[in-house]
Every structure is written in structure tokens, then in C-alpha cells.
């Protein structure tokens, strides 16, 4: 279903322009981007950001046709098993992350994210897709005006995956949200030996009325969890990781060693 989406989206954005004898520099120009970004649209590279769709359906006069098309394309880009943890990180008062080899998506730069996409060898168009959906849940919850608390509990070894370029961005990002108020980012040095949370990623949402639920990745598909005993369980391991990770201060200094390493 999601390739219908997109591909209507292509096909509407197509015949629009066409009919309206406009070239793709010429349609960027008149919402503000660049015809290389119309031909993603229409190759379904990209999905329109709500403004860019609204201005899409000015230039095209089509009144709400080309927005329409638009979130129904995001929504359908993001996989089935994944929406319901997007609603939860929308709503949630704080989040708490481990992730013991990676950074976690909400923290991830473009590059970074597309990097680890490219290292699975994944069609561009589903790389350009799946790293649009990461930046929109960014925006909804970390970069949004009243941001939950965000706990990220990072293994040291997380710092050390990547191409050298691509980490100097990212690890001075992290250190950079690091700075935050309402986040907190915590390293668990190699050091720190076997704990629980090597058996997986996983990131505690607390939602309004204390309401709980987790969410669970592996190398396939994540999932939602809201059952009382597992989230307790959950909750156990975050205790161990987040006792052996390093305070804040001195996670700074980690990463900041780290970025000097890939100079």
C-alpha cells in the first residue's frame, strides 16, 4: 500500500507540472527549492514537507490535492509496526534510551543515519524515505517547543563506529544536544563489562498519567510493548546501564576525546 501512496504522489506531481508547462528548476524556484528536490518528489525519493505541499498546491492550484497526497505518503513511508511508538513518542513527558553500539535515531544526523541505511544496501529511494521519516520524529519530539526529557544512555563503543567525516558531524551533534536542558546523555565505558543491556536497544516512553510503554528493536522490525510485568522488566535493566554509565560531565569528555580521535 505504501508504494501506492508514493507513487500516486509521483504520478500527480508529474501530470501538475506538466500541465502547467513548468520545468522542475522553474517549480523550485516557486516554493523555494531547488529542481533537484522536485525531482526526488517525483521519483519518490522525497515526500513534500506540509509547507512545501501547501505551496506545491498555490503553484499548481489544486487546493488541498498535493498535501492530501503528502501525508498519506508520510504516514504510509513509516512501517506499520512503527506507528504505534511514534504516537507514544509524540505524547511522552520523558524518554529514556540504551543503545549499546549505536546512536540513538533521535539523536542521528542525516549523514549518519543515511551511512548506516547504505551499509545494508538499500535501494536510495527507501534510504532517501527512511531517513526523512527519522528527521520528521526528531521534530516531533526532541527538536519540538516543549520537549520531553530525554535520557540517552550510549555504550563508549557507539562512538567508534563510522567514517571519520560523518562521525566528526555526528559526535559533535551529540555533544552539542548533550547541552540541552531537557536532554541527558550518559556513556557506559568498555569498562563497564557484561550487563543486561547488551541483549538489545530499547527506549522507556512515560506517558501522561504515568502511563508506560517500551519499544524494542532488532536487526527486522521494532515493536511496542505496554505489558506492566515487561515494562517493569525493562525498567530493571535502564537501572543497571544507566548505574554504569559515566556522569554527565565526564560522558562530555568522552565524546569530545572521541571527536578529537577522528581529527
Not at 16 to 26: A, G, L, S, V
Not at 77 to 98: C, D, G, K, N, V
Not at 170 to 195: D, F, K, W, Y
Request: proline share 6%; with cysteine.
Amino acid at each position: 500500500m505504501g508504494v501506492d501512496y508514493v507513487s500516486d504522489l509521483r504520478d500527480v506531481l508529474r501530470a501538475e507540472r506538466r500541465r502547467m508547462r513548468m520545468t522542475r528548476d522553474q517549480v523550485g524556484r516557486a516554493v523555494g527549492l531547488s529542481g533537484a528536490s522536485i525531482a526526488a518528489f517525483e521519483q519518490g525519493r522525497l515526500i513534500p514537507q506540509p509547507d512545501t505541499a501547501v505551496r506545491l498546491d498555490q503553484v499548481f492550484k489544486t487546493g488541498d490535492k498535493i498535501q492530501r497526497g503528502a501525508e498519506e505518503a508520510r504516514d504510509d513511508a513509516r512501517p506499520s509496526w512503527l506507528r504505534p511508538w511514534t504516537e507514544h513518542e509524540q505524547r511522552a513527558t520523558m524518554l529514556r534510551s540504551f543503545e549499546h553500539s549505536l546512536i540513538p535515531g533521535l539523536l542521528q544526523t542525516e549523514a549518519y543515519t543515511r551511512a548506516l541505511l547504505q551499509s545494508g544496501r538499500l535501494p536510495d529511494d527507501v534510504i532517501e524515505r527512511t531517513v526523512q521519516v527519522r528527521r520528521e520524529r526528531q521534530a516531533a519530539t526532541v527538536d519540538r517547543p516543549k520537549p520531553p526529557m530525554f535520557c540517552a544512555v550510549i555504550g563508549e563503543a557507539a562512538l567508534g563506529y563510522g567514517p571519520a567525516d560523518v562521525m566528526r558531524e555526528q559526535l559533535t551533534h551529540l555533544l552539542e544536544a548533550s547541552r540541552r536542558p531537557q536532554v541527558q546523555i550518559l556513556v557506559v565505558p568498555r569498562t563497564a563489562g557484561l550487563h543486561p543491556g547488551l541483549a538489545g536497544a530499547f527506549v522507556l516512553a512515560t506517558l501522561p498519567l504515568r502511563h508506560r510503554s517500551v519499544y524494542l528493536d532488532d536487526q527486522l522490525r521494532g515493536r511496542t510493548v505496554t505489558d506492566g510485568a515487561d515494562v517493569d522488566e525493562l525498567e530493571r535493566s535502564w537501572e543497571i546501564v544507566r548505574g554504569l554509565a559515566l556522569p554527565v560531565n565526564l560522558s562530555q569528555d568522552l565524546i569530545t576525546k572521541a571527536i578529537n580521535d577522528y581529527h
